[in-house]
């Protein structure tokens, strides 16, 4: 009997279909509060940061939004949620690895929805005074917690029911979800905007978007509560009888060469996806509060060019997963690190030329999105290819959440903070291309044929 022999049979493609939509309901919602979060990241700022909020809210709105100190702040609390994600990926990862995938994905899209249900309903500090920021910070960290399992027991799922040679294009619906999470709150943010007087949206018009993560959590847990383990994942209760062979493997201590092995794996894990995780949350949630608060924007122009540049990321996505699948993983995300590296500076000069037309600057955000999704659409598939399945939710769940917590959830507050220093309008283009170019010697570390092999 061969190795081959002894791989579960590809599963039939209705529930290979019926796991993706489950595993991108729920990274749809995360990542739409994602970026509602980052579009009124001035309006949080001026509601919970300031403590005379209730005065700017005009300048919330239109202009710098409640000052340099409150967006910092804010984005303090954006940081602290991302860092308590690799807590996350380990205790959620370890309950996906031992007990199922669908448990996992149950237990985290709920903690998501809850939280974010009562971000909308928390008071304001001209309400509770210096409670209100703590609240938030407190409701972030669940969130935080919540979303480092989400990304580990998605594209496990994703990854281990895709069909043979779709595991690229399988694993990019993750990060497409993402882009489409992005786009609904950015497009809700506009929307409100557009109808909504500044001081209605300061005061109480923010809130809608927080709100509507409920049902929107509530149709996801649906279909993952339906959801199927896939074929050969660890039985939901390791150690009944009657289960021996199997749960004992998934339940059995990793030794210490393994854990050595499985250490590796995540540093380089990090390095592979540290430019996506960089230059994805630089042009996709830090760009509106930094055209606003460095370049002038107003808030609608900025929430316009969030759009865009979500629209590009979205576009590549999917192409770039199926792509990785033909050609491979490495020379698909390299591009993409390396056009981020190369065009970074040029993009950001376009958006702030006075003399550029409107058509060039929503060509320049279209292409910066569009050269992430180079990174994102076979980064999921990349990771999942690198970790076993007895440890593969927690080892790509880890990677990811880690890379996050220190080039995805410290953007905005490096990038506000040094651009208040400096008063240098570049830093966004120095964070991402710095990044990218790190990233791009761990990239080169994939081999040609990873993308055939079977996981492992």
Same mark, same amino acid.
């Given at each position: 009997?061969?190795?081959?022999?002894?791989?579960?049979?590809?599963?039939?493609?209705?529930?290979?279909?019926?796991?993706?939509?489950?595993?991108?309901?729920?990274?749809?919602?995360?990542?739409?509060?994602?970026?509602?979060?980052?579009?009124?990241?001035?309006?949080?700022?001026?509601?919970?940061?300031?403590?005379?909020?209730?005065?700017?809210?005009?300048?919330?709105?239109?202009?710098?939004?409640?000052?340099?100190?409150?967006?910092?702040?804010?984005?303090?609390?954006?940081?602290?949620?991302?860092?308590?994600?690799?807590?996350?990926?380990?205790?959620?990862?370890?309950?996906?690895?031992?007990?199922?995938?669908?448990?996992?994905?149950?237990?985290?899209?709920?903690?998501?929805?809850?939280?974010?249900?009562?971000?909308?309903?928390?008071?304001?500090?001209?309400?509770?005074?210096?409670?209100?920021?703590?609240?938030?910070?407190?409701?972030?960290?669940?969130?935080?917690?919540?979303?480092?399992?989400?990304?580990?027991?998605?594209?496990?799922?994703?990854?281990?029911?895709?069909?043979?040679?779709?595991?690229?294009?399988?694993?990019?619906?993750?990060?497409?979800?993402?882009?489409?999470?992005?786009?609904?709150?950015?497009?809700?943010?506009?929307?409100?905007?557009?109808?909504?007087?500044?001081?209605?949206?300061?005061?109480?018009?923010?809130?809608?978007?927080?709100?509507?993560?409920?049902?929107?959590?509530?149709?996801?847990?649906?279909?993952?509560?339906?959801?199927?383990?896939?074929?050969?994942?660890?039985?939901?209760?390791?150690?009944?009888?009657?289960?021996?062979?199997?749960?004992?493997?998934?339940?059995?201590?990793?030794?210490?060469?393994?854990?050595?092995?499985?250490?590796?794996? =995540?540093?380089?894990?990090?390095?592979?996806?540290?430019?996506?995780?960089?230059?994805?949350?630089?042009?996709?949630?830090?760009?509106?509060?930094?055209?606003?608060?460095?370049?002038?924007?107003?808030?609608?122009?900025?929430?316009?060019?969030?759009?865009?540049?979500?629209?590009?990321?979205?576009?590549?996505?999917?192409?770039?997963?199926?792509?990785?699948?033909? =050609?491979?993983?490495?020379?698909?995300?390299?591009?993409?690190?390396?056009?981020?590296?190369?065009?970074?500076?040029?993009?950001?000069? =376009?958006?702030?030329?006075?003399?550029?037309?409107?058509?060039?600057?929503?060509?320049?955000?279209?292409?910066?999105?569009?050269? =992430?999704?180079?990174?994102?659409?076979?980064?999921?598939?990349?990771?999942?290819?690198?970790?076993?399945?007895?440890?593969?939710?927690?080892?790509?769940?880890?990677?990811?959440?880690?890379?996050?917590?220190?080039?995805?959830?410290?953007?905005?507050?490096?990038?506000?903070?040094?651009?208040?220093?400096?008063?240098?309008?570049?830093?966004?283009?120095?964070?991402?291309?710095?990044?990218?170019?790190?990233?791009?010697?761990?990239?080169?570390?994939?081999?040609?044929?990873?993308?055939?092999?079977?996981?492992?």
């Amino acid at each position: 009997m061969t190795t081959t022999d002894l791989l579960p049979a590809p599963p039939p493609h209705a529930a290979a279909r019926r796991a993706l939509l489950a595993g991108s309901a729920g990274n749809l919602v995360e990542w739409y509060e994602f970026g509602v979060y980052g579009c009124f990241a001035t309006v949080i700022a001026a509601n919970f940061f300031t403590v005379h909020g209730g005065s700017g809210a005009g300048s919330a709105v239109e202009g710098p939004g409640g000052g340099a100190e409150a967006l910092v702040a804010t984005y303090a609390s954006f940081a602290l949620a991302f860092f308590f994600r690799p807590v996350g990926a380990l205790l959620f990862g370890r309950i996906g690895d031992r007990y199922g995938r669908r448990t996992v994905l149950v237990l985290v899209i709920g903690l998501m929805t809850l939280a974010t249900t009562l971000i909308g309903l928390l008071p304001t500090r001209a309400d509770i005074g210096a409670a209100a920021p703590w609240l938030l910070t407190f409701l972030r960290v669940v969130q935080g917690l919540s979303a480092g399992g989400e990304f580990g027991g998605a594209v496990s799922v994703m990854v281990e029911y895709a069909p043979p040679g779709r595991r690229g294009l399988y694993g990019a619906w993750q990060s497409f979800t993402v882009a489409l999470g992005l786009l609904a709150g950015a497009a809700t943010a506009a929307a409100l905007a557009t109808v909504l007087p500044a001081a209605a949206l300061y005061g109480w018009g923010w809130r809608i978007p927080f709100l509507l993560a409920l049902p929107l959590g509530l149709v996801a847990l649906w279909l993952r509560t339906a959801l199927e383990e896939p074929p050969g994942a660890p039985p939901p209760a390791p150690g009944r009888a009657g289960s021996a062979g199997t749960a004992d493997a998934a339940a059995a201590p990793i030794g210490t060469a393994t854990v050595r092995e499985q250490v590796r794996a =995540v540093g380089l894990g990090i390095g592979r996806i540290m430019g996506w995780s960089a230059a994805g949350y630089t042009f996709l949630v830090v760009l509106p509060s930094h055209l606003q608060s460095a370049l002038g924007a107003s808030f609608r122009d900025a929430l316009l060019a969030t759009t865009l540049v979500n629209l590009g990321f979205a576009a590549s996505i999917l192409p770039a997963g199926l792509l990785s699948d033909r =050609v491979g993983r490495r020379p698909v995300m390299l591009g993409g690190a390396l056009g981020v590296a190369v065009s970074a500076f040029p993009l950001l000069h =376009v958006l702030q030329s006075s003399g550029a037309s409107p058509q060039a600057r929503a060509a320049a955000v279209l292409v910066a999105g569009a050269l =992430v999704g180079l990174l994102a659409g076979p980064g999921p598939a990349m990771l999942a290819e690198m970790f076993p399945r007895r440890v593969r939710c927690t080892g790509l769940g880890l990677s990811y959440a880690l890379a996050n917590a220190v080039f995805s959830g410290c953007a905005g507050l490096f990038v506000t903070a040094l651009t208040a220093r400096t008063a240098s309008t570049a830093v966004p283009s120095l964070y991402a291309a710095t990044a990218c170019a790190l990233s791009a010697p761990a990239l080169l570390t994939l081999r040609a044929d990873d993308h055939r092999e079977p996981l492992r």
